[in-house]
Structures are given as C-alpha cells and as structure tokens.
C-alpha cells in the first residue's frame, strides 16, 4: 500500500464525521460540563468566564464599525475590545445556533465544539494534500484537534488550535502545483483567522513566510500573480482590522509587553517534558502560566520516523525532501518562537537572545504579545502530520516492524490523549438575571482585594453582567487593563475610601455591586436595589 492513496470510501467519510464529533466533544465529556450551564475550566476558571463574556458582547454587537469597538468593559475607557480579541470569527460560527446570544455557556461550547471539530478537518485535508494516504491523514487531524496542545487550552477559544493554519499552508502548496483555487483557500484561511485571534494570525504569518520558500521554485507564474494579490488583499485587510488596535494603543500610551510581561509566559526547555493539566498519564504537570508545550516523546520519535520517509520516498507531485526540510524549519521555529525573547539553557550562565527578540523590535504589532508559547501550535501541527505519517507507514510493513510500530504508536497515543479536568458555571442564575435586569450606566464591583492581580473569576462574571445588559462596568480584566482602571483597583482594594469614591464619581458610576461572601460594609448612602444569596446590588448616593 502507498503512502499516497487516491479515492474515498464510505467507512473513511464516516470516521472523518465521527473523528470531527468526537474531537469536538471531549472537552466536554473530560470536564463533565453541561453544554449550557458549563464550561471547561484551568486554574480558578477566571478565562472561559472572561472569552465567554467577549463573545456574548460580539454576538450582540459585532466590532463591523469602529464605534462598535467601544465595549462596556473598562468603562470609562474606550476602544476597549481591542484590549482582547474579539472572536468574531467564533462568533460567526454560532450566531446561527437558537439561544447562543444570551447564553454565555451554550455559545462558547459551540464555539469550542466547531473550532475543534474544524481543525480536525482541516488537519486532514492538509496531510491529504501533501500525499498521506487516508488514515495517517486521519491520524493527523485526531493529534493535531486532541494533542496536549489543545487539552492545555480549552479554556481559551482563542488559543483552541486553528482551523485555518493548516488550510493556509494547503493553499499555498495548492498554488504550487498550478491550482489558483489555492489562492481562495490562503486567502479564506487568512481573513478568517484575522478576525478569529490576534495571537494565531502571527503564527499564521509567519508559518506561510518560512513555508513559501520552499516551494516558490516550482509555484507557477499564474500562481504568483494570485498569490501577490491575495497577500495585497490580507495586508489591507489586516490595516483596516489593525485600526482600532492602533487607536487603543494610542490613547493609553501603547500596550507593548515589557520583559516582565513576556517572561513568564514564555515557555522554556524543560516544558517540553511536563504535560498540561487535562493528561491522561499521571505525568509531571506544567507550569499553569505556559501549558501545552509538551509533544510527547514517543510522538517526537514517531516524526523523526515520519521525516525518514519523506527523504527516502521518490513522489513527481511532491517535492519531499523539500517538505521534510520546511516541517524541520516550521517545528523548530514553532519551539524556539514559544521559548519568548530570552531564554535560559541549561550549563550556561545568562541567558540567548531568541528570534521573538528580533521580530517584537521591528514589528511594532507582536509587542502586543504577552504569551510567546503560543507559537507551539505551528510545532503542534508540524508534529501531527509527521508522526502520523510515520506510525501509518510502518503499520503497512509485515512482520515485527508492524507489531513494533503498533505497540509504541499505541503507547503514543495514550501519551498524548487528554484526561479529565474541571468546569465552571458560565451560565447565569436566576438571581444574576435579576441582577443583570436591574443595573444602570455605569456601575462597577466589589471588593476588589490588593492582592487579586490579572485575572480573577469576578472580573469574568462582571464582564458578563456587562455584555449581557449592555451597561458600562468600571472594571473587569483581559490580560490588559488600561490605567483607568488599574488605578481604580489600587484606590479601592482596601475599602471604600474618600479616593476610591472619587474616582466613582469622576467617572459618573451609578451602582456598585457586592459579593454577598466579602466583609465590605455599604456607605450609609447607598441605596440597597437588589439582594440574594451572593450579590447585593446598590445605588451610590451623592
């Protein structure tokens, strides 16, 4: 049997359906969340409360204007979505779906469900397009859609792994082979990512940069000539996109990511061998800050077998040795990018300067970039696709290699197979609901202790209240937070104060809620307007 295989058959359409459910899915079943009171949870669950509540404010007003960019986060702030992203792309994909707009848990579990049922298939199509026969490309979508990777972050829909990474770099080797309609697929994948994550369209960017290379000597003039248009029409694009980023910047003095930001999210060598949280194998577990950069050691040697067949193989469609060097090149970068600006080896003293360094220097938007381990998605894929193919070869050959290859591809299997982890409620109470019924423009929340840094879980649930009624919030926390705010938090953190009310007033809040489980006492000239079990809601009096 070849690695190359032409045709379909019907069971290969349905274990590519049933895979695409399946991959959708575990989150789910391995967090044992109910799809519309649930969402799977890291750490305190402060981050699915928080994307749950951008993609309600989307699903609401999607950001197609510039005056739609004024989210009623960080009031009195504006430009404030750009302090995240977006998801309009996730919101795209269940604005169909009954009862998404309004239920925060229902929406990203859809958005989750497709986002990796998508990327599965594009998966896919990308090993079936360089010549992997039907079940190492199968294998390829199932490793790059369940990796630890993705278990690391499911709490994340921005950080989900990407549909349109894999279809970019088959748009790309479809216009190699003289196939203009490669020039539609690149420029779907990149307009569709554009407005899905900041984070993975420079991933994107750059795995299309080091891809094209390899393949530009045998990418027909034509092809050319679509490919400079396409690139035209996404340089645009992403101008007119980057707009209301570049007015946030401006009117807070920028939001470039110092080292102190960078650092800690930076992935380092010894990552490579802890896995993330949601593992099955009861392996070390990674730092919470910078997961999903464990590939399995067994899957590393699987790839390592999957090059030596592309080097020793003779294909006329492909250019494999050719592909095998850009897969070497796309991994390593992947690693070496996610490794932040500096990194530390082990038996040295100080610490290398990493490529990250030089491109944040020149390009002004990747300073924005706080999280560099990120980029380990280009090296997740890289790995599916080379590793599948390895495993699926050696399965074909008789004999010991055949018992071999199934025995340790089974055991990598289980090494990269995710495990049950938390969930936390994003659905609202019937009491929240009241609550959220009642709230005025502007209100913000309380307390707010000195030492809750970031993101905690009450900045989710009031960025909720806040897109749900479409009320400005003095508050709330996305990984960046402008310095109206910060100042606020430190006013108010030990109580309510002379100056922590003057700042209320200067910004014309109106309410203030109380979490019913803190010892904050209400002014004497607060109006009490709602109350239950949790939260107390109260107008300000003068």
Request: proline share 8%; hydrophobic share 50%.
């Amino acid at each position: 049997m070849s690695m190359v295989s032409n045709g379909t058959s019907r069971r290969w359409i349905l274990s590519i359906v049933l895979g695409a459910l399946v991959a959708g899915a575990l989150p789910l079943v391995l967090s044992g969340s109910v799809p519309w009171r649930d969402v799977p949870a890291v750490r305190e669950g402060a981050d699915p409360l928080l994307q749950s509540a951008i993609l309600q404010q989307t699903l609401r007003e999607p950001p197609l204007t510039l005056e739609k960019w004024h989210a009623p986060f960080h009031w009195p702030s504006r430009w404030s979505l750009a302090y995240m992203d977006p998801l309009l792309g996730q919101a795209l994909m269940v604005a169909w779906i009954p009862g998404a707009k309004g239920s925060p848990a229902l929406a990203y579990n859809a958005a989750m469900f497709l986002t990796l049922a998508l990327a599965f298939l594009a998966a896919t199509l990308f090993a079936r397009g360089l010549g992997w026969n039907k079940w190492a490309a199968w294998l390829t979508g199932w490793a790059y859609a369940t990796s630890p990777y993705a278990a690391a972050n499911y709490h994340h829909l921005n950080q989900l792994p990407s549909p349109w990474l894999p279809l970019a770099l088959l748009g790309v080797l479809q216009l190699s082979r003289g196939h203009l309609m490669g020039g539609v697929l690149l420029a779907a994948a990149g307009l569709l990512q554009l407005i899905s994550g900041v984070y993975y369209t420079a991933v994107l960017a750059i795995a299309v940069v080091l891809w094209l290379p390899f393949l530009a000597r045998r990418i027909p003039l034509r092809s050319w000539v679509a490919l400079v248009f396409v690139a035209l029409g996404l340089l645009a694009l992403t101008a007119q996109w980057s707009e209301p980023y570049r007015l946030a910047a401006a009117e807070v003095d920028g939001y470039v990511r110092g080292a102190e930001n960078v650092g800690p999210n930076a992935a380092r060598w010894f990552d490579l061998f802890h896995a993330p949280r949601y593992h099955a194998l009861p392996w070390p577990e990674a730092q919470s800050n910078r997961p999903g950069t464990y590939p399995g050691l067994l899957w590393v040697l699987w790839s390592v077998v999957g090059l030596w067949v592309l080097v020793t193989r003779r294909e006329v469609d492909l250019p494999v040795r050719t592909v095998a060097a850009a897969f070497v090149v796309l991994g390593i970068s992947g690693v070496l990018l996610s490794w932040g600006r500096t990194h530390p080896m082990p038996g040295m003293d100080g610490e290398l300067t990493m490529p990250l360094a030089y491109l944040q220097d020149r390009l002004w938007p990747l300073r924005a970039l706080r999280d560099p381990s990120r980029f380990f998605l280009l090296t997740s894929l890289i790995l599916s696709a080379t590793a599948s193919l390895g495993v699926c070869t050696l399965l074909q050959r008789r004999g010991w290699q055949r018992i071999l290859a199934a025995s340790l591809g089974l055991l990598a299997l289980a090494d990269l197979a995710p495990g049950p982890g938390p969930h936390v409620r994003a659905a609202l109470t019937e009491g929240e609901r009241q609550l959220v019924a009642q709230l005025e423009s502007p209100w913000t929340y309380l307390p707010q202790p000195c030492n809750e840094q970031g993101e905690g879980p009450r900045d989710g649930r009031a960025m909720q209240f806040a897109a749900l009624s479409a009320q400005p919030v003095m508050g709330g926390s996305t990984g960046f937070q402008p310095a109206v705010i910060q100042q606020m938090r430190t006013a108010c953190c030990d109580g309510v104060d002379l100056n922590c009310r003057a700042r209320w007033r200067d910004a014309g809040v109106k309410q203030v809620i109380v979490d019913r489980t803190s010892n904050v006492r209400p002014h004497a000239s607060w109006r009490l307007r709602y109350e239950d079990e949790a939260w107390a809601l109260y107008d300000l009096g003068p």
